[in-house]
């Protein structure tokens, strides 16, 4: 009986816990962490910016390189079969 | 951020609640502390992930159990390595049950001793067991709030209760039977 009248009033302790407040430290060190956290975003978000930016244009860059060499190419080939119709017209004689 | 989402503010409101989870979970202030503050960090993080589904109090009140749940269990496999401290009978020398040093600080004076044997036997109730029984007997939860922060229905949360004040009378027995020895 005695057992059992101790394990209850243990139990019964519930009853007389109240709810506590943490230290006041706690908001002022949350504030703290909060614009630590909001800086580092900014510096995370600038810096994937730049990667980003660098980039588009290394591929406009090289997007440019070859539309360049590509009609560099071409007007090149061309004025090599113009020369080559030339020297055919100069050396065909016309038989009438 | 979500236009509109101030976690200050929410912190305001919610801190105590979430220091008081921790606290009956963990049982040490200092844990209680930090898990409150990593709460509030991982709610500014993550707010877009919150998906409406519940209401943001028990997103809130989850994330705290989830993280007291998983300090635990880090500290129990780190304690597996190291001494546990033993009373002692100071004539005879011999091994007295170890009962904890966890003491509310919510509880008044008178009580403290009780409040000791009540958190060790708490402390020897499985994950579910210990969270239902600390939400419900401790804090007072609704078994419906409950059974939204712990994600089981409220029968399971009801049968939890049940069968954790059933494992702490044994424990609370066993107890009583070794300080008599």
């Known amino acids: ?96 | 951020m979500d236009e509109g989402f101030d976690i200050e503010n929410l912190y305001s409101l919610h801190q105590k609640k979430v220091y008081n989870i921790a606290l009956n979970l963990v049982q040490s202030i200092e844990d209680a502390e930090d898990i409150t503050q990593e709460v509030f960090l991982e709610i500014h993080r993550s707010i877009h992930n919150f998906n409406h589904q519940s209401m943001i109090t028990t997103w809130i009140y989850r994330i705290a159990v989830n993280k007291s749940l998983d300090l635990i269990k880090s500290k129990k496999t780190k304690k597996r390595f190291a001494f546990i401290t033993q009373l002692f009978h100071p004539q005879t020398g011999e091994q007295l049950y170890d009962i904890g040093s966890f003491i509310h600080p919510g509880i008044d004076m008178e009580r403290k001793e009780e409040s000791r044997f009540l958190y060790h036997a708490i402390n020897k109730l499985n994950e579910n067991q210990k969270t239902a029984y600390t939400l419900s007997q401790i804090q007072h939860f609704s078994q419906k709030e409950i059974s939204s922060i712990m994600n089981l229905s409220e029968k399971a949360i009801e049968s939890l209760i049940q069968r954790a004040k059933a494992n702490l009378r044994i424990q609370l027995s066993n107890i009583y039977t070794k300080r008599r020895k």
């Open chain 1, 1 to 96: 009986m005695k057992e059992q009248n101790w394990i209850e009033s243990i139990l019964k302790t519930t009853q007389y816990i109240q709810e506590v407040d943490a230290h006041p430290r706690l908001i002022h060190q949350f504030r703290e962490k909060i614009r630590a956290d909001i800086n580092n975003e900014t510096i995370e978000n600038s810096l994937s910016f730049k990667w980003v930016a660098a980039a588009m244009l290394l591929v406009l860059l090289n997007i440019s390189a070859i539309i360049y060499h590509t009609q560099h190419y071409v007007e090149k080939g061309i004025s090599k079969q113009k020369k080559q119709l030339n020297q055919f017209d100069n050396s065909t004689t016309y038989n009438y």
